[in-house]
């Protein structure tokens, strides 16, 4: 399997092992491959516990991590998986086809798909029950993925991972991984989450034996719990697995019936952090086009938002949304959202949750006419719905108790006044789908913000003759239904996944969804350091960005200009409140959303790099680089959150730039109406001597805007 800048090779032993014999730098030739397992003369080091297997089941003499565990109909819990034969659909689709040594009717498919441009392998596999009794799947991981031994016995390897709680996405962590240890991300929770990301990233420590340059990493495409583990051994051999979270798991096949994982995609660069940043957030957007009719088209960028929770919060009342409206409207913004409270008897958050229908005393004619209204004055209209849960102060839970999730005996936990709808009964489905898609429908909604405000407890399935366990896997497959349905109905409506901020952003929710809401958390100098670890895997279009008055306490102001600057960086949303701004705050905004507009089609599409990380300490500094694809280009946005030892910033040095093109530099400081600086320079003196960025110097809360441009005079 052979990408642009990578090949990934698997072969069959004499013996039928199915093991991976090269991931890595692309090769020109195969004829010193050779598919063996591992010699051992050691009784406690089988040799089939170091093979490089491509899906290593539990059974035999392995004892490293296994990735699929099942019990089969006459008590043997164990399986020596064999190969038996291959099928290649084309250049980029190829499935292996395995069967039980001794039971040929039980059989896994290994499916691989490749994204030849981007370097990314998408795996999974497919488990068929030929035999005449029930299989229990105990364990489902994905795939397991073995990058090469270490080049020496003291090279040292370090572990990216994405770690965070609620506002507080996203934080990039480094761990060295060491023989013995295994690490482990996860989340038992039932979705994403925000404690830890499904993302790993695996790199060299760069030393005189290894300049450090190749990166491993990768990413799971589930919306449900999830777990990845890296184990080395001290040899320097590590394997990663990951996929469906075994706690509570399970899976029962009648004869017949078959089972797919989740995908599990990974890729190599030897390009550095950079290279990984490049090609996984491609790989995303090219999945999302496939899926979704909003995205198929570049030149459609993502609306400028304006969200009136912050100007409300509960008291939405039709006459205020106008009012808000009508001050949106002229800043530029193309899209205003009604958020929570419009539904029901919503005035607070302990009722209303599951009766979708506006409230009469605040919408006495419905949502219509506030719809046209918007519609009026040239914008789109939104609005933020939470389907899958439920107060019990609400008609929907007096009507269907039942339809929550829960166990007979055991309290119905309740977090934020609510509870969560079983989406894997088809009947919760149903409800959901009716209701949401009748408001949409009936008052003309372009745009809806899915929220989910809680982790899930008490997961069964009632009245359904199957295995209890099932549930974690339905629900996530019911909240995907619901969305794919939605886009199937809808395919021009935008939609928004958002669970308490950023705790829905994964790759299968992007191929239903069209953008995420990063973080509940709007201050600009925290969001810096929550979207420098969500670019790692999300597009820049789909990560969006709110301008609030978050973060101006104890004599801190932070200006409207540095607030602008940080969502900048993908989908740009306005989330203050309009009612106390200025009329210079308002010709401010003005002027900073025309140029984001102009800026957009970069922004929007482009590579994110980050030319100087987030700092936790000394002078506070960051720069983003987003580069058009053909480096004709590049928007780079930098930020001075304070300056402790007053010492000037050094310039700032771009890359991927073309040598020998003339830029035309252009610099945006605190004025949007006017260019501080404007000059040319060569890619070549531009990536080598830098821009110096002295409007930045000495102070607290600065930024800039650079916009780069090839040059034709």
């Known amino acids: 399997m052979v990408t642009k800048k990578s090949t990934y090779v698997v072969g069959a032993t004499a013996d039928g092992y199915v093991i991976n014999l090269h991931?890595?730098?692309?090769?020109?030739?195969?004829?010193?491959?050779?598919?063996?397992?591992?010699?051992?003369?050691?009784?406690?080091?089988?040799?089939?516990?170091?093979?490089?297997?491509?899906?290593?089941?539990?059974?035999?003499?392995?004892?490293?991590?296994?990735?699929?565990?099942?019990?089969?109909?006459?008590?043997?819990?164990?399986?020596?998986?064999?190969?038996?034969?291959?099928?290649?659909?084309?250049?980029?689709?190829?499935?292996?086809?395995?069967?039980?040594?001794?039971?040929?009717?039980?059989?896994?498919?290994?499916?691989?798909?490749?994204?030849?441009?981007?370097?990314?392998?998408?795996?999974?596999?497919?488990?068929?029950?030929?035999?005449?009794?029930?299989?229990?799947l105990d364990l489902a991981l994905s795939a397991a993925w073995h990058p090469p031994t270490a080049l020496d016995v003291d090279e040292k390897r370090e572990l990216l991972t994405l770690a965070g709680e609620w506002n507080n996405e996203a934080q990039v962590q480094s761990t060295e991984l060491k023989p013995g240890i295994a690490h482990t991300i996860q989340t038992p929770k039932g979705f994403t989450d925000h404690v830890s990301y499904p993302y790993f990233a695996i790199r060299q420590v760069p030393s005189e034996v290894n300049p450090g340059t190749e990166v491993y990493f990768g990413t799971l495409a589930w919306g449900g719990s999830w777990e990845i583990t890296a184990h080395t051994n001290t040899y320097g051999y590590t394997r990663i697995t990951g996929g469906m979270h075994?706690?509570?798991?399970?899976?029962?096949?009648?004869?017949?019936?078959?089972?797919?994982?989740?995908?599990?995609?990974?890729?190599?660069?030897?390009?550095?952090?950079?290279?990984?940043?490049?090609?996984?957030?491609?790989?995303?957007?090219?999945?999302?086009?496939?899926?979704?009719?909003?995205?198929?088209?570049?030149?459609?960028?993502?609306?400028?938002?304006?969200?009136?929770?912050?100007?409300?919060?509960?008291?939405?009342?039709?006459?205020?949304?106008?009012?808000?409206?009508?001050?949106?409207a002229p800043l530029g913004v193309e899209l205003f959202v009604i958020d929570d409270g419009w539904f029901g008897d919503r005035n607070n958050d302990s009722a209303?949750?599951?009766?979708?229908?506006?409230?009469?005393?605040?919408?006495?004619?419905?949502?219509?006419?506030?719809?046209?209204?918007?519609?009026d004055l040239g914008m789109q209209f939104g609005v933020w719905f939470e389907p899958e849960s439920v107060n019990p102060n609400s008609n929907l839970y007096r009507e269907h108790p039942d339809w929550v999730l829960y166990y007979d005996g055991v309290p119905r936990y309740e977090a934020r006044n609510q509870l969560l709808l079983n989406l894997g009964l088809p009947e919760v489905q149903d409800y959901i789908y009716d209701h949401v898609s009748s408001i949409i429908e009936e008052n003309d909604i372009d745009y809806i913000k899915w929220d989910m405000n809680r982790p899930y407890q008490g997961v069964t399935m009632h009245h359904y003759d199957r295995n209890p366990r099932e549930a974690w896997v339905l629900i996530a497959r019911g909240y995907q239904n619901l969305l794919a349905k939605l886009k199937k109905r809808f395919p021009n409506l935008w939609i928004e996944s958002c669970a308490s901020g950023g705790g829905r952003m994964d790759l299968s929710v992007l191929e239903h969804a069209d953008q995420v809401w990063t973080s509940d958390n709007t201050?600009?100098?925290?969001?810096?350091?929550?979207?420098?670890?969500?670019?790692?895997?999300?597009?820049?279009?789909?990560?969006?960005?709110?301008?609030?008055?978050?973060?101006?306490?104890?004599?801190?102001?932070?200006?409207?200009?540095?607030?602008?600057?940080?969502?900048?960086?993908?989908?740009?949303?306005?989330?203050?409140?309009?009612?106390?701004?200025?009329?210079?705050?308002?010709?401010?905004?003005?002027?900073?959303?025309?140029?984001?507009?102009?800026?957009?089609?970069?922004?929007?599409?482009?590579?994110?790099?980050?030319?100087?990380?987030?700092?936790?300490?000394?002078e506070m500094i960051a720069v983003s680089q987003t580069t058009s694809k053909d480096q004709q280009e590049a928007v780079i946005l930098a930020f001075r959150i304070s300056s402790p030892f007053s010492a000037p910033m050094n310039p700032v040095r771009p890359r991927f730039l073309k040598d020998d093109v003339v830029y035309r530099v252009q610099i945006w400081l605190q004025d949007p109406h006017k260019v501080a600086e404007e000059y040319d320079m060569s890619g070549a003196l531009l990536m080598h001597k830098g821009i110096s960025l002295d409007g930045l110097n000495r102070a607290m809360f600065t930024s800039a805007v650079v916009y780069l441009k090839e040059s034709y005079d």
Not at 47 to 62: C, D, K, T, V, W
Not at 364 to 371: I, Q
Not at 533 to 541: D, E, H
Request: proline share 6%; aromatic share 10%; charged share 25%.
């Open 23 to 136: 991931w890595g730098k692309r090769l020109t030739q195969l004829d010193d491959l050779n598919a063996t397992v591992p010699l051992s003369d050691q009784s406690q080091n089988p040799p089939i516990s170091y093979a490089m297997e491509e899906l290593p089941a539990f059974g035999g003499l392995r004892y490293r991590d296994n990735v699929l565990k099942v019990d089969l109909p006459d008590g043997t819990r164990e399986l020596n998986l064999l190969y038996s034969g291959a099928k290649s659909k084309d250049d980029t689709l190829l499935d292996i086809e395995l069967s039980d040594g001794n039971r040929t009717d039980f059989k896994v498919t290994l499916h691989y798909e490749l994204d030849t441009e981007n370097d990314m392998i998408r795996r999974s596999y497919t488990v068929e029950n030929g035999l005449k009794g029930r299989v229990n």
């Open 246 to 328: 075994h706690l509570d798991f399970g899976w029962t096949l009648e004869p017949g019936e078959s089972f797919t994982t989740p995908v599990f995609i990974a890729g190599f660069t030897d390009e550095g952090l950079p290279g990984a940043r490049r090609r996984l957030p491609r790989h995303a957007r090219k999945y999302q086009q496939l899926s979704l009719q909003t995205q198929k088209n570049d030149s459609l960028y993502h609306p400028v938002l304006y969200n009136s929770w912050e100007a409300v919060t509960f008291d939405v009342t039709f006459d205020k949304q106008v009012a808000l409206a009508e001050k949106a």
């Open 352 to 375: 209303g949750l599951g009766d979708w229908y506006p409230n009469k005393e605040k919408f006495p004619n419905g949502l219509k006419p506030l719809a046209d209204h918007v519609h």
């Open 523 to 618: 201050r600009p100098d925290a969001r810096l350091k929550i979207q420098y670890g969500a670019s790692l895997f999300l597009p820049p279009r789909a990560m969006y960005g709110w301008v609030t008055e978050s973060g101006d306490d104890n004599n801190v102001h932070i200006p409207l200009s540095f607030r602008f600057h940080t969502s900048f960086m993908g989908g740009l949303g306005i989330g203050a409140n309009l009612n106390k701004y200025s009329d210079d705050d308002m010709k401010e905004s003005t002027a900073w959303i025309a140029l984001y507009k102009k800026l957009r089609p970069v922004i929007q599409n482009g590579d994110l790099d980050w030319l100087v990380p987030p700092s936790k300490v000394g």
